[in-house]
């Protein structure tokens, strides 16, 4: 499905953040429940073939999202959220790691840090996500494992998930 709406992907190396910009068709309501429901971010969170399933999902400020990744073959691979700051339907922030599946940090890979703001435009909703790393070089690692094809993926299949509704 090849869509036309706004996806804008750029990495400031000097800031080592990568930031993405998205459009929806579909309203806010529905874009911040597809980002904070772990019913909803199951469906999307992983680029195709892969499927995301969530053990905890808690989220308030302090609170936790604990998930998998699990490819094709069974392979999990999981990441835990931080919710460090919510505004309703406005933002919020979350440090993202990656993790055993009891929660306990893998040692060769820092945080990556995102800062999601959501607005709405007419039948539009706009998503602008900075991930930020706390080097360039982690930030580079992420870029060659494929964030960016991953990413725009799972975007693709949450616009499945509003065109459906």
Known sequence: MKTDLLMNFSVDKEN????????FNAPLSHVWSAWTEAEILDKWWAPAPFKSKTTIMEFKEGGKRLYAMVGPDGTERWSYFEYSSISPKTNF???????????????????????????ENGDATFVDINITRDSFEELQKIIEMGFKEGFTA????LDKIFAEK
């Not at 990568?18 to 459009?23: E, L």
């Open 16 to 23: 080592k953040s990568v930031n993405v910009k998205r459009q």
């Open 154 to 157: 799972a975007m693709e299949s």
């Open 93 to 119: 922030k979350h440090s993202a790691t990656f993790c055993d599946a009891e929660g306990k940090p893998n040692s060769e890979f820092g945080s990556s840090y995102w800062d999601i703001t959501f607005s």
